[in-house]
């Protein structure tokens, strides 16, 4: 079945650090790929999606690019503030699916 | 708009009570999902609705039923809670498209069962 696989946490950077979370995917055919980020004690909301192979999701700083080859979905920022602190989850979904597959979440603590 | 939201946010059981979670959303959306949030687990869903009437099994059904009597609405019962199902529980809605729809989650229910 379709599984996510994303480097475990908690990863702690300083302020204006460079971030690369790592995510790598499980899935037959062309999956959709995201990242979702949950604040502390909120819900979570999406961050950047791809659709298909070679797409670059982008939002506030934040990058993915969707890889085929190497079915990976990492996630990067150049230059992270003590806003970003959160955790992040990848998440997959296939062939116009309702259902979402998870990964099992970073934590991401920035100091200042 | 309120988004999504849910009732209540906190909650401790004793083992063997029942409750029911709420979920409402004002986005007119047709599809909606009960997800749990586990430490070092992720998101697993429950139980999911496509539609006003319907619902479907998620990937860890088992202890939970789940209403959608209104399209806005999604309830998620616990008939006889256990320890085992102490979680943050989590709602989200999305509308109905061919290619992926955005998700927009609920702020949680943290549930303690003794």
């Known amino acids: 079945g379709n599984s996510v696989t994303q480097m475990e946490g908690p990863v702690t950077l300083s302020e204006e650090a460079f971030l690369t979370i790592n995510c790598t995917y499980t899935?037959?055919?062309?999956?959709?790929l995201f990242w979702y980020v949950q604040y502390p004690g909120e819900g979570l909301q999406l961050l950047l999606k791809?659709?298909?192979?070679?797409d670059k999701g982008s939002n506030k700083g934040f990058e993915a690019t969707y890889r085929k080859e190497t079915t990976s979905f990492h996630l990067e920022k150049g230059s992270v503030q003590v806003s970003d602190s959160a955790v992040y989850f990848c998440?997959?979904?296939?062939?116009?699916?309702?259902?979402?597959?998870f990964g099992k979440g970073t934590k991401l603590t920035v100091n200042p | 708009n309120a988004g999504v939201t849910q009732t209540p946010k906190f909650r401790v059981l004793k083992t063997g009570q029942s409750m029911t979670l709420l979920c409402a959303q004002d986005?007119?959306?047709?599809?909606m999902y009960w997800y749990r949030q586990d430490p070092g687990m992720g998101l697993r869903l429950i139980h999911y609705?496509?539609?006003?009437?319907?619902?479907a099994k998620g990937e860890v059904p088992d202890g939970y039923n789940v209403s959608r009597l209104k399209k806005q609405n999604f309830l998620l019962g616990l008939e006889s809670a256990a320890p085992s199902q102490t979680s943050v529980y989590f709602c989200?809605?999305?509308?109905?498209?061919?290619?992926?729809?955005?998700?927009?989650f609920g702020p949680g229910t943290r549930l303690t069962v003794l």
């Open positions: 986005m007119n959306h047709e599809y």
């Open positions: 899935a037959t055919g062309y999956p959709s």
């Open positions: 998440a997959l979904t296939q062939g116009g699916s309702e259902k979402l597959v």
């Open positions: 791809a659709t298909k192979a070679d």
């Open positions: 989200a809605s999305s509308r109905r498209e061919r290619s992926y729809n955005e998700q927009f």
């Open positions: 609705s496509v539609g006003e009437g319907t619902t």
